[in-house]
T-cell receptor, first 116, second 111 residues
Framework: GAGVSQSPSNKVTEKGKDVELRCDPI?????LYWYRQRLGQGLEFLIY????????KSGLPSDRFSAERTGESVSTLTIQRTQQEDSAVYLC??????????????FGQGTRLTVV | QKEVEQDPGPLSVPEGAIVSLNCTYS??????FMWYRQYSRKGPELLMY????GNKEDGRFTAQVDKSSKYISLFIRDSQPSDSATYLC???????????FGSGTKLNVKP
């Protein structure tokens, strides 16, 4: 596709349930990032993938959060036993290469997660 | 202390005004500086990118970086109602393992 695609666009889930969020990066982009944006706030880093490896997962807030990437393409962010404080927009971005190669990071539209 | 500080606004200006948006940061390792525009319920889109100190101009937009003061700015000339959005500054060290974002400034340009 032409841009970064995220699904679902909206997700409402009950507290305690698990959710999976999907990101399809731009084809050929080896770097992939997940960010969280709470209402009215800036972007909070969660995890960075280079290829299928995650050299920086320092932003994952707890062990309820995990992410994987396969085929140097699709990534899924999984939140187990969701809590109300997990409600936010989850944004995915991809970038052409490692380091300064292809500096621009393109963002998807995000998945708006609401935990009730 | 946050690594990147940005005044959340909101900033309201009349159409045609010059807008100045600013961020300060604390990490001297940052080398790449970006400004993103985010419309409501949309993902951020990159407006400007600058490496190290200096100015960069693109149409009505000018980005300035002063590394000695750890201060970056985005100027918008002849502002238009379509510029109404939230503007996020972002920065990264050379490895690009992560981008550090400000909290965003909400701009409203009144017709």
């Amino acid at each position: 596709g032409a841009g970064v695609s995220q699904s679902p666009s909206n997700k409402v889930t009950e507290k305690g349930k698990d959710v999976e969020l999907r990101c399809d990066p731009i084809s050929g982009h080896t770097a992939l990032y997940w960010y969280r944006q709470r209402l009215g706030q800036g972007l909070e880093f969660l995890i960075y993938f280079q290829g299928n490896s995650a050299p920086d997962k320092s932003g994952l807030p707890s062990d309820r959060f995990s992410a994987e990437r396969t085929g140097e393409s699709v990534s899924t962010l999984t939140i187990q036993r969701t809590q109300q404080e997990d409600s936010a927009v989850y944004l995915c971005a991809s970038k052409l290469g490692q380091g300064a190669k292809g500096t621009e990071a393109f963002f998807g539209q995000g998945t708006r997660l609401t935990v009730v | 202390q946050k690594e990147v500080e940005q005044d959340p606004g909101p900033l309201s200006v009349p159409e045609g005004a010059i807008v100045s948006l600013n961020c300060t940061y604390s990490n001297s390792a940052f080398q790449y500086f970006m400004w993103y525009r985010q419309y409501s319920r949309k993902g951020p889109e990159l407006l400007m990118y600058t490496y190290s100190s200096g100015n960069k101009e693109d149409g009505r937009f000018t980005a300035q970086v002063d590394k000695s003061s750890k201060y970056i700015s985005l100027f918008i000339r002849d502002s238009q109602p379509s510029d109404s959005a939230t503007y996020l500054c972002a920065m990264s060290a050379g490895n690009f393992n992560k981008f550090y974002f400000g909290s965003g400034t909400k701009l409203n340009v009144k017709p």
